[in-house]
């Protein structure tokens, strides 16, 4: 959970593996999209500071988060060394928060554990719109930041 303590978008670039020889897919939700566009932006800007190439980098959209799912199965056929989901969704007034938090959850879960391209989970579960705000470029930095470092370095421990 981000804290006062902790900017998501801060990173050691000593620690993370330069980036230039990997390909990375990006599937972003369409669906809250003042906040995925802003994860978009942190993940796709960490890459290229870690020496990802702007060629090396599919972005493609799907209507909401559940379809990250499916998204990111695709994207893992296009042969890139790790995807990155991206999504947002927001407490409601009904249970269909849980159920897309949950299948979503599971889903990228099943990908990582059933093929051998790392699927990372960017996939922000907030009560409040404010809260996604602050974690997609706003006062606790970028969570897409943090999970661009993490596709590097899973590309690489899959390449090991």
């Known amino acids: 959970m981000a804290t006062a303590n902790h900017n998501l ?4 670039k000593n620690t993370v593996p330069n980036a ?3 390909r990375f897919g990006i599937v972003v939700s369409e669906w809250n999209d003042t906040v995925t566009n802003g994860l978009l ?3 796709q800007e960490a890459l290229i ?3 990802a190439l702007p060629e090396n980098i599919i ?3 799907v209507p ?3 379809e990250l799912i499916y998204g990111s199965k695709k994207m893992i056929e296009q042969t890139v060394d790790a995807v990155i989901a991206i999504g947002c ?3 409601g007034e009904t249970k269909h928060f849980d159920f897309v938090c949950e299948g979503v959850t599971h889903g990228i879960k099943a990908l990582n ?3 051998d391209t790392p699927v990372i989970f960017c996939v922000l579960t907030d009560n409040t719109m404010q809260q996604s705000l602050d974690r997609s470029g706003g006062k606790h930095g970028n969570k897409g930041t943090e999970a661009g470092i993490a596709a590097i370095k899973m590309a690489e421990l899959r390449g090991r």
Do not use: E, P
């Not at 978008?9 to 050691?12: E, F, G, L, Q, R």
């Open 64 to 66: 909401g988060s559940f």
């Open 89 to 91: 969704v927001i407490q």
């Open 41 to 43: 932006k942190g993940a």
């Open 20 to 22: 230039k020889d990997f």
């Open 9 to 12: 978008s801060h990173y050691d």
């Open 113 to 115: 554990l059933n093929s």
């Open 59 to 61: 972005t493609w959209g």
């Open 49 to 51: 500071d870690c020496g």
